[in-house]
């Protein structure tokens, strides 16, 4: 490291030590596209920053955030039903949805 500024190498090769992360918990348990959840992953100087799973756009598709280790992932899913408030929409609720939809 030069004069106290982390490298792109330094982080790769774990020398970076205020960013190196010291903790990352997902409260969905992992990869699960039925749940909405966050990740929260701390580095070594304290700071902890949360990411949550999300929908993107109106495409149908979730953003889901997980740990990979210590470190932050994610997986863009394409939802069978749609994606609504970071979750996929279950079928069981899709269907419930047109069937209201056919009785009006």
Excluded at 29 to 47: L, P, Q
Excluded at 54 to 76: H, I, M, T
Excluded at 79 to 102: D, K, R
């Amino acid at each position: 490291m030069l004069s106290g500024r982390v490298s792109l190498i330094d982080i790769i090769l774990g020398r970076a030590t205020s960013n190196a992360a010291t903790k990352c918990t997902d409260s969905d348990g992992g990869i699960n596209y039925d749940m909405s959840g966050n990740v929260t992953r701390c580095v070594k100087s304290g700071k902890c920053t949360n990411y949550a799973d999300s929908c993107v756009g109106s495409s149908g598709r979730l953003s889901e955030r997980y740990c990979r280790g210590l470190n932050l992932a994610a997986s863009n899913f394409k939802c069978p039903n749609g994606c609504s408030n970071g979750a996929c929409i279950s079928q069981a609720v899709n269907q419930t949805n047109q069937t209201s939809n056919l009785t009006r």
